[in-house]
């Protein structure tokens, strides 16, 4: 019983407002445009007229919306797709509000029923079925598009973790021998550069800066470190840590890379400037 008032207050406050809308819409649109003429009928009557059409546009949407799907929608959602539901409801509301416009104007405006007044009648009738299958279209595209950006945060906030965690892993950077190493945390690696027969490690410490040099080749160290997506190429001679990157620089038809709090620069050759921006 309690699930059922749910739904009924959740239906009537998705529909009772829009309900409202397309039928004080329609009250003035035949108003204004005169759809339906009763010459019998003085103003202040034909008001009164047109009010009583546009209360029972709102009495049936808001059977049909709200009073069907609590009765009979619960038993067919095993049977159809919800999307074909909504194709149900709306021929359902069209033929509904074209028979009670018909007989309202017939036995109450006392109009002649005629091929060009049924014209008239559907496509006043369409305008209901239309309207709130938009509705729902919207308000299907804004649910999908809430859930969409919970999980775009969700995905986000999972790979800063796996960032965090996979900053503070610590590397061990052998020398060619073997015999030498330098432990440190990839986080704190800045660059990897190539100088001679070392290879020169730019590390940060706490602020500052330091330099550390091991005995191996670039391409040795490149394959110690290949593992961690981190780290790119930028130079035959140089690897970067992404993460430390500041801008991206050209002048004189050189590129070169700022270090965030740091002087130096790192060059960047053509061969890979192109793989560099797609990373940072």
Not at 19 to 46: A, H, K, Q, T, Y
Not at 64 to 93: A, F, T
Not at 94 to 102: E, G, K, Q, T
Request: aromatic share 16%; with cysteine.
């Amino acid at each position: 019983m309690s699930d059922k008032l749910n739904q009924l207050n959740n239906l009537l406050r998705k529909y009772f407002q829009l309900s409202l809308s397309v039928s004080l819409g329609l009250f003035m649109f035949v108003i204004f445009f005169e759809p339906f003429v009763v010459e019998s009928l003085g103003w202040n009557d034909w008001l009164l007229f047109v009010a009583g059409m546009s209360t029972i546009i709102f009495s049936l949407i808001f059977i049909i919306r709200v009073i069907l799907p609590l009765i009979i929608y619960k038993n067919l959602r095993s049977y159809y797709k919800p999307s074909v539901l909504y194709y149900i409801n709306g021929i359902l509301l069209f033929i509904v509000n074209s028979l009670a416009l018909v007989f309202y104007l017939h036995y109450v405006g006392l109009l002649e029923i005629t091929f060009y007044l049924l014209f008239k009648v559907f496509f006043i009738a369409m305008v209901a079925p239309i309207v709130l299958r938009l509705y729902d279209l919207y308000k299907r595209l804004s649910e999908n598009n809430a859930l969409l950006t919970e999980e775009i945060k969700y995905r986000q906030k999972q790979i800063e973790s796996y960032e965090t965690d996979y900053q503070n892993i610590s590397i061990q950077l052998l020398s060619e021998s073997n015999k030498e190493s330098f432990e440190l945390q990839i986080a704190n690696i800045v660059s990897i550069q190539s100088a001679d027969n070392y290879v020169e490690i730019l590390y940060k410490e706490g602020d500052s800066f330091k330099k550390k040099l091991i005995r191996n080749t670039l391409k040795n160290i490149e394959q110690q470190i290949m593992s961690y997506s981190n780290f790119l190429r930028c130079h035959r001679t140089c690897i970067v840590n992404k993460y430390f990157i500041y801008k991206l620089n050209r002048e004189q038809n050189k590129n070169y890379i700022s270090i965030k709090d740091f002087n130096e620069i790192i060059p960047v050759s053509i061969q890979y400037l192109a793989k560099l921006k797609e990373s940072i």
